[in-house]
């Protein structure tokens, strides 16, 4: 098993930054790709952006591209999501999912693990 725990949302103006966290406990972080994934009320939940295990690999998806950037500390059994520049339409429930494979993937169905997830509020 693999808890997740994500922080670091809240309230921001558009234009502005926020650094998502999430900590991961259980099973040996290193050995998990990592994503990031948000729901907007009333949407699908998708892809923000992902990392392998080792963190020599990172997609993100085109509506962030340049303005959100995933990393990842092994040491710290830690990824973190740094959004810029942050729009309204980045309103969402954002969470961090584990998946069980050293490449990650784009669909959340290859993600073991999720955390609760964390509240974003973009005003404009």
């Known amino acids: 098993q693999v808890q997740l725990v994500e922080s670091g949302g809240g309230l921001v103006q558009a234009g502005g930054s926020l650094r998502l966290s999430c900590a991961a406990s259980g099973r040996t972080f290193s050995n998990y790709a990592m994503g990031w994934f948000r729901q907007a009320l009333g949407k699908e939940r998708e892809i923000v952006a992902a990392i392998s295990s080792s963190g020599d690999s990172t997609f993100s998806a085109n509506s962030v591209k340049g303005r959100f950037t995933i990393s990842r500390d092994n040491a710290k059994n830690t990824v973190y999501l740094q959004m810029n520049s942050l729009k309204p339409e980045d309103t969402a429930v954002y969470y961090c999912?584990?998946?069980?494979?050293?490449?990650?993937?784009?669909?959340?169905?290859?993600?073991?693990?999720w955390g609760q997830g964390t509240q974003v509020t973009v005003s404009s």
């Open positions: 999912a584990a998946s069980g494979s050293s490449y990650y993937y784009l669909s959340g169905m290859g993600y073991d693990y």
